[in-house]
């Protein structure tokens, strides 16, 4: 760029130093002379359009007014402050007195003498004349090559200004390019970090689900063993009194054998789940799939039956009104919030009203939905809503359902679900099978 525009510079000054070359004390050759020189100079100043676009080209301006060389160092110039400046105003401005300015220098060159001017002895002498003594023969006369110079000179304008454009609309599609994918790695941020969140979310309500149901049927159970403990103490102490009715029964030794056997395997499921939580946390990749409904946390009639008898074997008294069908065909994930319900209610009951009767109602079907009712007598006036409850109503709304709990006047406690039918999706087996 500042090769051609230097060129060009001196290609001007070279036309127009013509009449002065034979008379070298003259003042106009000594101005040809310092033209030239500074000729190379000048462009350089296109190496600051990108910092000081403006000031760059209307230096430009002052400079193709001044000097005798081609507008292109000026349309350079233009091209720079067309691309990055985008105000309206300032570029029109900025074109018209490029257009003004260049058709002025083009101009100025056809009026000098044929020998001194690129228009004429260049572009539209005769072949094979002006040199070699042959007299320079013009082919058209000085309007017609003025017009012409002007025309070509606003097309040069148009074309230096439309690449400006070009050049301005390209960056600014990049700068956009840039911002959406700014936009979109935050948003990839943005959705890692929610994931992030639902998993730990999901952890935290698998391990409240599963810890505290197992934990709570282990301090029931130490507190049943306790109780015995004691009347087997008070019985061995009447036997050393001589009572014969005192003495601890058979009966009494194996049920105390049977209560601790029980402890000692709901600590062991206990300790499985809490080492089942730790790989989550230490694999969270794998998280999802573990947290994934199974057989042992989906609402089936195993499972329902294998949590009424691990509360009736922690002493709950427990009145059952169940009346589900085609559980096979229910999602897992709407069958395991209405598994963690049924556990969720259990273990509430056990933590707040231990040793009061408790009431499952669970109705499940494809015309009703599945509705599960756990009620049971509190021992104070109110109960403070925990993060199981919490969750349980997020993971109710998850799966289009409903969750409402509370104590009524009576102060019985209610915690009632509603969830909506949704069928099983077939597996890629039993399609393939179909």
């Known amino acids: 760029m500042i090769l051609l525009a230097s060129f060009m510079c001196l290609v001007q ?3 127009a130093a013509q009449r002065y070359v034979s008379d070298p004390h003259n003042a106009m050759f000594v101005w040809m002379t310092a033209s030239t020189l500074l000729s190379l100079a000048f462009p350089f100043m296109l190496l600051l359009r990108s910092q000081y676009p403006e000031s760059v080209f209307w230096t430009s301006c002052a400079v193709i007014l001044v000097f005798p060389y081609d507008p292109l160092l000026m349309l350079m110039a233009l091209t720079s ?170 009966d009494g030794i194996t049920e105390l054998a049977a209560k601790a056997d029980e402890i000692r395997r709901q600590a062991a499921g206990a300790l499985d789940e809490a080492h089942a939580i730790i790989g989550m946390l230490r694999h969270p990749q794998q998280a999802w799939e573990q947290l994934q409904p199974d057989g042992d946390t989906s609402l089936t009639r195993e499972s329902l039956d294998a949590l009424c008898a691990d509360a009736r074997s922690a002493g709950t008294q427990l009145n059952t009104w169940i009346d589900v069908q085609q559980l096979s065909m229910l999602d897992e994930d ?43 007598p509190m021992q104070s006036a109110a109960i403070v809503p925990g993060n199981g409850l919490t969750g349980l109503e997020a993971r109710a709304k998850s799966v289009g359902g409903i969750c409402r709990f509370g104590t009524d006047d009576r102060r019985l406690f209610h915690l009632d679900v509603r969830l909506p039918w949704r069928p099983r999706h077939p597996t890629p087996e039993a399609e393939r099978v179909q």
């Open 334 to 376: 709407t069958g395991k919030v209405a598994y963690r319900t049924i556990q969720e209610g259990l273990t509430n009951a056990r933590r707040h009203a231990a040793g009061q009767p408790v009431s499952l109602e669970v109705h499940a079907d494809p015309g009703q939905g599945v509705h599960v009712h756990v009620s049971n």
């Open 81 to 250: 402050l067309v691309a990055r400046r985008s105000d309206t105003a300032r570029t029109i401005r900025a074109v018209c007195a490029a257009a003004v300015i260049g058709g002025w220098a083009q101009l100025r060159d056809v009026l000098r003498t044929p020998d001194s001017s690129l228009w004429q002895s260049a572009i539209f002498a005769k072949p094979h004349t002006g040199v070699d003594g042959e007299p320079l023969i013009v082919l058209a006369g000085i309007p017609t090559i003025a017009a012409t110079a002007i025309v070509v000179e606003l097309i040069a304008v148009a074309v230096a200004t439309l690449i400006g454009l070009y050049i301005r609309s390209r960056a600014r599609l990049i700068r956009a390019d840039e911002r959406a994918q700014a936009i979109s790695r935050h948003a990839e941020n943005l959705e890692h970090d929610l994931s992030d969140k639902r998993l730990a979310e999901a952890i935290a309500a698998e391990a409240h689900d599963t810890l505290a149901h197992s934990l709570s049927l282990i301090a029931l159970n130490a507190s049943a063993l306790q109780v015995e403990a004691k009347k087997l103490a008070k019985a061995s102490a009447n036997a050393d009194d001589g009572s014969v009715h005192g003495r601890p029964s058979g």
């Open 13 to 15: 000054t070279s036309y």
